[in-house]
């Protein structure tokens, strides 16, 4: 019996990318990981209906407790955003059309959760994933992997502190419980 399923979502107008985790005994173990193509669509409205439906599919048949979905960053292309943003909308829309709790994070935060840099490309990302959850081939399409780092930052920054470590300094403290400080 898992403590909780948490479904982590890389919003997206060309790839959604997703992934799914179960927390048993505070250990996280990979349950899917995907993309939603949606690049042969070219009405965006239509676009934001198979998201806003692909997310409840996702919700139905996996039953997460929580939602972790990354934030939009900001970028110099203003109709860029603003898609990403009502992508990202539409995603949170169907987690709260289902009572989910929804939590958010930054590029940065997600990047740093898993590999200890902000600044860690996307392959960076899915190698650690893989070696953390041990999965034996990365996707092609690295959106799946950036939907499961969700997941897996929203895993480590609610990950509970066991009682009964001792740790003998700050250091250790940060090195036995990784992505817990913000």
Partial sequence: MSERIILGIDPGTNLMGYGVIEVF???PKLISMGVIDLKKMTDHYVKLQHIFD???GLIDSYHPDELAIE???FGKNVQSMLKLGRAQGVAIAAALSR???IFEYAPRK???SITGTGTASKEQVAGILQHTLKFK???NDLDATD???AAM???YQRKPIVEGNSYNSWKDFINKNPGRIK
């Fill in 147 to 149: 939907g499961l780092a």
């Fill in 137 to 139: 081939e990365i996707p």
């Fill in 110 to 112: 997600i990047k740093m």
């Fill in 153 to 155: 930052c929203h895993f």
């Fill in 99 to 101: 009572q989910m709790p």
């Fill in 25 to 27: 005994k505070n250990s």
């Fill in 54 to 56: 692909r997310t409840i």
């Fill in 71 to 73: 934030a939009p960053f």
